[in-house]
């Protein structure tokens, strides 16, 4: 049984700093992309990062550009987001999903393109 499981959020102060990692258990994804979304309340699930197979090739929404990383662990079948300078507009339910091809294309802020989501972690960046 395939299983994602996304953990390190919590309650962080704006500026602050947080690392969710999401693992991965039941078959190994490192042949397929993954991504990073996140929701928050009353809003629909929006792209935030993805990185290919390799981990070599990321991409990032803008709200979070140059203050989110991207990485992965194939080894560990486990990807991570590094989260940086946070916002209070980042507060939201974190979740990770696989995507359907090793390298991503134009469709990878769709997160219909995306399968096996985790139950996601909750972050919320508040003073």
């Known amino acids: 049984q395939v299983q994602m499981v996304e953990s390190g959020g919590g309650l962080v102060q704006p500026g602050g700093s947080l690392r969710l990692s999401c693992a991965a258990s039941g078959r190994t994804f490192s042949d397929y992309a993954m991504g990073w979304f996140r929701q928050a309340p009353g809003k629909e699930r929006e792209f935030v990062a993805v990185?290919?197979?390799?981990?070599?090739?990321?991409n990032y929404a803008d709200s979070v550009k140059g203050r989110f990383t991207v990485s992965r662990d194939n080894s560990k079948n486990t990807v991570y987001l590094q989260m940086s300078s946070l916002k209070p507009e980042d507060t939201a339910v974190y979740y990770c999903?696989?995507?359907?091809?090793?390298?991503?294309?134009?469709?990878?802020?769709?997160?219909?393109?995306?399968?096996?989501w985790g139950q996601g972690t909750q972050v919320t960046v508040s003073s």
């Open positions: 999903g696989v995507y359907r091809r090793a390298n991503y294309v134009s469709d990878y802020v769709d997160q219909r393109a995306y399968d096996f």
């Open positions: 990185v290919n197979w390799l981990g070599i090739s990321t």
